[in-house]
Every structure is written in structure tokens, then in C-alpha cells.
């Protein structure tokens, strides 16, 4: 199956600077997509706006090709009408009120029909429907916008930048369900963000993007970072119906004799009698967040200690890129040739065969180096399934 999203080489330029000036680029960027949801995490200064505007077709690479479904964004009208969008500044249609503006929306991308409820309500944002565009705040702006995208019909393409940041939605929980589902109906949905948490908690595919280079990918976002293991934050309460009870302290004294723990550590807040005091905190360091967090269950119960939350620490933004950058220095640093000892015999003999390259001792057994670019992309397009004839103006 052919991928849904191709880039090959591509080099190009965002205008999201002051004044259509250029914040971020893409340099030689190469990857293939199909049905799922994958986040590229990165700044706009690393491309994720470049990106978003190249594969929404508002502009063109200035090298290299860009394909969504096995056409040009920028130069299929059919195929910008299967592409919902996200962006970084609100962009709703002119109208009098957020219904005519979803209603001009849906004209716009060739929808006969005028269920502009069907594009609000099942986000929570039917209350918006009356209000003039112009009086909402950027976030309710985001979350129209949002609204309309997830409501394409028959998505190739769903561009989604930031998703979980400024965005009033009262139900932010229903996102990850609507992109999955958009996912398993075969679109493929790319989220750019420059949060590790949010990509994670969005997609199983991670893409980050550094410097304008695609550096690397991860599966479940495992792998971004260079260091082992893992750590988590167990919240406990010390009160339990008005009396002091096992907390912190305990928990993490069972934790302690637990094999899958590499360490652990307690803070314990102060007791206040007859009411309840704020939640101690165990932090907790293994090597797989799941087996962790069975321990963390499993003890609490042993213990009878309450848990009112468990949270994980994700890397930040910064350590991916040094774990990048590292790879890169790995990558680039010169291997010692194997020494093949002289033969004892004067006798001519064949000449040894090459020896494999030293093992490298200072690359972690696990580490992911960046992807090569692709050599060749087929230049033929794909047939575009058609929806049916457009109607209203262009895209």
C-alpha cells in the first residue's frame, strides 16, 4: 500500500515570522507516512510550522516534492478538501456568527449539507454557535477551528499543530479518541508539538525534529533519551476517615523489597488532625514504567495505602535534542580499522577478507540513530478516491 504522506528531500521555509519572515526550515527532509497518528516533536525554529504549511499546501518546498494521497497539496484542490488543519493562528471564515463561519467552511470544501451542529456539538461547543467570530478568545477560536478539521469529510489528512495547548475545549479528554478513530478509518494524522508529553500521550510513532533534520523516530516514545529507566511520582494521603493511617513512609517501605525498584524516595507532608492533610509524594526509579506502576498497585494494596494519583516524568524537549545531538557526534566519530596480523607463511596467500567494524563501547546497546533519507520515491501519483463533485469556491 502506498504511503498517504511523502516527503522526498524536501526543502523549504516557513513564513510564520514577524512580517512573513522565515522562523523555521526543513532541510532535506525525507519520510513516508500511511494510516496512523504521528507526532513530530520539535520548535518552530526545528520546522514543525514549515511542515505544517507544506503538507496543508499553503506552500511549496522550495526543493524536492511533497505528496499527500500521490498528489501536490499545493496544486490539488481535491486533495486540500481532504486535508483538515490545525494551524497556529486561528483562520475561521468571515461570517456574522461561528455558524455561518462553519457553514461557509463546509461550502468551501465541496459539503452540500448544513449540519453545522454535527461539526460543534460532539466537542462540547454548541454554546458557541450564536457568538460573532471576532468576540471569541484565541482558544475558543482553536477549538472552531479544531472542530472543523476533525469534521472533514473523508480525511486523506488531518494537520494538527499543538492540539492540547491554548485550546478551549471542554472535553479535551475526547481528542485522543477522535484521532484514533480518524487513524483506524485510514487517514493519517500528524500532530507537530514541541511537548514530549503531549506527543506521547497522542501518538504511537514520534518524529523529532531538529535543526530542520528529521533526527530520529520512536515507537511509543520509547528510546527519545540516551539515559535508562524510568521515574515515577506516587501521591498518597497520611488520613484515612479522619484518623492517621499508613502513607508515604510505608508504600515506599514495601517498594523498597520490590525486584522491579531500583530506587526509591519519600517526601511525607505533616498531619493535621481531623482533617485531611496534602498528599506526600514517593518518587520511584525503575527500567519499565508498566512493571513500575503494577509494583506501585500492588504494594499500595498490601499496605493499605491510598493512592490519589500516579504520574510518570517525562524528558523534557531539551533532553531529546542533546540525546540527538549526541547520536550525531557517535555517528560522525571515526571507527579504528581492525589489525589483521601478517601470515607466518612466506607463501603468497589470498588476501584476508575486510574485518566487521570494532564494536562501539561507547554506543548504548539500545540507542536509535537517524533515519536515512530515502533514495527514490515514486513519481507516479495514486488515483484520488473521489468524494464526489465539489461544490462552492475553491479551497
Known amino acids: 500500500m502506498r504511503p498517504i504522506l511523502e516527503l522526498d528531500r524536501v526543502h523549504a521555509r516557513d513564513a510564520a515570522g514577524a512580517e512573513g519572515r522565515t522562523r523555521g526550515s526543513l532541510t532535506g527532509a525525507s519520510i513516508a507516512l500511511g494510516p496512523g497518528v504521528h507526532a513530530f516533536l520539535g520548535t518552530p525554529e526545528d520546522g514543525t510550522l514549515a511542515l505544517v504549511e507544506l503538507v496543508t499546501g499553503a506552500r511549496s518546498p522550495l526543493r524536492g516534492r511533497t505528496l499527500v494521497a500521490g498528489h501536490d497539496p499545493a496544486r490539488s484542490a481535491g486533495v486540500r478538501a481532504r486535508i483538515g488543519a490545525l494551524l497556529a493562528e486561528p483562520r475561521l471564515p468571515d461570517a456574522s456568527t461561528v455558524r455561518a463561519a462553519v457553514r461557509l467552511a463546509m461550502r468551501a470544501r465541496g459539503e452540500t449539507g448544513d449540519r453545522f451542529d454535527a461539526v460543534l456539538d460532539p466537542l462540547g461547543l454548541s454554546s458557541l454557535q450564536a457568538r460573532d467570530p471576532r468576540s471569541l478568545s484565541f482558544a475558543e477560536s482553536r477549538a472552531v477551528e479544531l472542530a472543523i478539521a476533525l469534521s472533514t469529510p473523508a480525511p486523506v489528512l488531518l494537520v494538527l499543530h499543538e492540539p492540547l495547548a491554548d485550546l478551549a475545549l471542554p472535553r479535551l479528554e475526547l481528542l485522543p479518541m477522535r484521532l484514533r478513530e480518524a487513524a483506524h ?167 584476508p577478507s575486510p574485518s566487521p567494524p570494532a564494536p562501539r563501547p561507547d554506543l548504548p546497546r539500545d540507542a536509535t540513530l537517524p533515519p536515512e533519507p530515502a533514495s527514490t520515491v515514486d513519481p507516479a501519483p495514486a488515483p484520488l478516491p473521489d468524494p464526489g463533485p465539489p461544490q462552492g469556491p475553491d479551497p
Open 185 to 351: 478509518s485510514g487517514a493519517c494524522v500528524l500532530v507537530t508539538t514541541s511537548s514530549p508529553t503531549d506527543a506521547r500521550s497522542l501518538a504511537d510513532h514520534v518524529v523529532v525534529l531538529h535543526k530542520g533534520l528529521i533526527a530520529r523516530e520512536a515507537r511509543g516514545g520509547a528510546g527519545l533519551v540516551l539515559t535508562e529507566g524510568i521515574t515515577l511520582h506516587a501521591f498518597v494521603r497520611g488520613v484515612r476517615d479522619g484518623q492517621e493511617g499508613p502513607g508515604a513512609r510505608d508504600l515506599a517501605a514495601a517498594l523498597a523489597k520490590r525486584p522491579e525498584i531500583r530506587a526509591v524516595s519519600w517526601s511525607e507532608q505533616p498531619v493535621t488532625t481531623g482533617a485531611p492533610s496534602e498528599p506526600s509524594r514517593v518518587d520511584i526509579r525503575g527500567d519499565h514504567a508498566e512493571a513500575c506502576a503494577l509494583a506501585v498497585i500492588e504494594s499500595a494494596l498490601s499496605t493499605g495505602v491510598e493512592i490519589e494519583a500516579l504520574t510518570e516524568d517525562p524528558p523534557s524537549l531539551g533532553e531529546i535534542h542533546a540525546a540527538t545531538e549526541t547520536l550525531w557526534k557517535m555517528r560522525a566519530r571515526p571507527v579504528p580499522a581492525a589489525v589483521v596480523p601478517p601470515s607466518p607463511s612466506p607463501s603468497p596467500s589470498p588476501s
